[in-house]
């Protein structure tokens, strides 16, 4: 069974780089078919789709934040990464890394909360 | 961007009852429309994927309908472990959006 777990600082500073790491268990992030996303949770529940990567490098990124996102992966971690840049106040959100089967996302990970604070 | 309305926003319920959830997107899409179900603390977990398919171990009383823009999540004979917040999402296409959230609660 696939299992998602996000890792990373709690507390970013403003205009610095937010950077999370998702590590995958069960299953490799190299298997065909599947594409790895981050969704974040605002403070008031809105749920907002960052991205995804597959592996070979292919990524999509929502276009609202394209000029700041960039994702990798690490396969010989089984991980992919998260780095989003020049972060302010309206970064602060709890970040979920995902499976995209086709469209649903599934499983989850946990959720990390990051705040965006001096 | 493709938006995704849902509602209610929020409804109140008794065990037993039976409560539908609308969402209806900004642009066809199908049947490209998912449902997550996020209990207080949680990741969201996935209930219902295109439509109307049910995610293995999701229990018969959850059902999805609609296609084009319009659909509903309808949940027969609430059950306790059924009180949380539920979204929609759109996969036709990206980015994926969600609904607002519908918060199902006690009466």
């Known amino acids: 069974q696939v299992q998602l777990q996000e890792s990373g600082p709690g507390l970013v500073k403003p205009s610095q780089t937010l950077s999370l790491t998702c590590s995958v268990s069960g299953g490799s992030i190299t298997k065909g078919g599947y594409y790895w996303s981050w969704i974040r949770q605002h403070p008031d529940k809105r749920l907002e789709w960052i991205g995804y990567?597959?592996?070979?490098?292919?990524?999509y990124y929502n276009p609202s934040l394209k000029s700041r996102v960039t994702m990798s992966m690490d396969t010989s971690k089984n991980e992919f990464s998260l780095h989003l840049r020049s972060v302010t106040a309206t970064d602060t959100a709890v970040y979920y890394c995902?499976?995209?089967?086709?469209?649903?996302?599934?499983?989850w990970g946990r959720g990390a909360q990051v705040t965006v604070s001096s | 961007d493709i938006q995704m309305t849902q509602s209610p926003t929020s409804l109140s319920a008794s065990v037993g009852d039976s409560v539908t959830i609308t969402c209806r997107s900004s642009e066809y899409i199908g049947t490209y429309l998912n449902w997550y179900q996020q209990k207080l603390g949680k990741a969201p977990k996935l209930l219902i994927y295109s439509t109307s398919s049910l995610q293995n171990g999701v229990p018969s009383r959850f059902s999805g309908s609609g296609s084009g823009t319009d659909f509903s999540l309808v949940i027969t004979s609430l059950q306790p472990e059924d009180f949380a917040t539920y979204y929609c999402q759109q996969s036709y296409s990206p980015p994926r959006t969600f609904g607002q959230g519908t918060k199902v609660d006690f009466k």
């Open positions: 995902a499976r995209d089967i086709s469209g649903p996302s599934d499983p």
């Open positions: 990567i597959y592996h070979g490098g292919l990524t």
